[in-house]
């Protein structure tokens, strides 16, 4: 069962802010919103998690809706290192983690 | 810190052999889960180990198997190769805490092809 919904696919320009969105209706009251990203083929790269307030590290901003029922990952100059298939997935940490179908992220020069 | 370490990248077997892959995880990380990744199936959980004992198990036949040492590197082992068992197979080790903030990180993954 789709735990998330997510766009297929996004274009972004080099250097500007890709804002990617995530429902997750569904969401559990002790479960975090994750992300993660995958670039052709290999492992899926840990990006940034929160669970109801906004979140920033060095990769990424993290935007979650009061209700928690969606959130959107920024990244706020994209470059073409960020082309990848992104994933959000709600995670109660060390439990099996559960990929949609991701948004296929193209950041064009 | 190095990251999570899988060997070998890439492997092809022919259908009924079988097939160890290894997982190095993260330094201090104690759990390694195992995850099959298809493009028609997507991310599917196959186990998870902590402290050397399988802690949770996903819904694959019994000729997936997997193993964890005393230093936290875990083994997956498939036996009797089917064609549909071409896959990456991804490593993830996290602290091993019932946290919700507990990370999974992921290694490169193994690239199994079975003719």
């Known amino acids: 069962d789709a735990k998330t919904t997510q766009p297929t696919s996004m274009d972004c320009a080099e250097g500007r802010a890709a804002n990617l969105p995530c429902n997750h209706s569904t969401i559990s009251g002790n479960e975090y919103v994750y992300w993660y990203r995958q670039i052709h083929s290999q492992g899926p790269q840990y990006i940034i998690h929160g669970l109801k307030n906004n979140e920033t590290n060095e990769m990424a901003s993290l935007i979650i809706t009061e209700d928690r029922k969606s959130s959107t990952l920024i990244l706020p100059h994209a470059t073409l290192r960020d082309t990848a298939v992104y994933y959000c997935t709600p995670s109660a940490g060390n439990t099996p983690l559960v990929f949609g179908k991701g948004t296929r992220l193209s950041v064009i020069a | 810190k190095a990251g999570v370490t899988q060997t070998p990248r890439y492997l092809i077997k022919t259908r009924g052999q079988q097939v160890t892959l290894s997982c190095s995880p993260i330094?201090?990380?104690?759990?390694v889960s195992w995850y099959q990744q298809t493009p028609g199936q997507g991310l599917q959980f196959l186990f998870e180990y902590f402290s050397e004992t399988q802690r949770n198990k996903g819904n694959f036949p019994g000729r997936f198997s997997g193993r964890q040492f005393s230093n936290s590197r875990s083994e997956m082992n498939v036996s009797t190769l089917e064609l549909g068992d071409s896959a990456l197979y991804l490593c993830?080790?996290?602290?091993?805490?019932?946290?919700?903030?507990?990370?999974?990180?992921f290694g490169p993954g193994t690239r199994l092809t079975v003719l």
């Open positions: 993830a080790s996290s602290l091993g805490y019932r946290g919700a903030t507990d990370t999974q990180y």
């Open positions: 330094s201090g990380h104690r759990s």
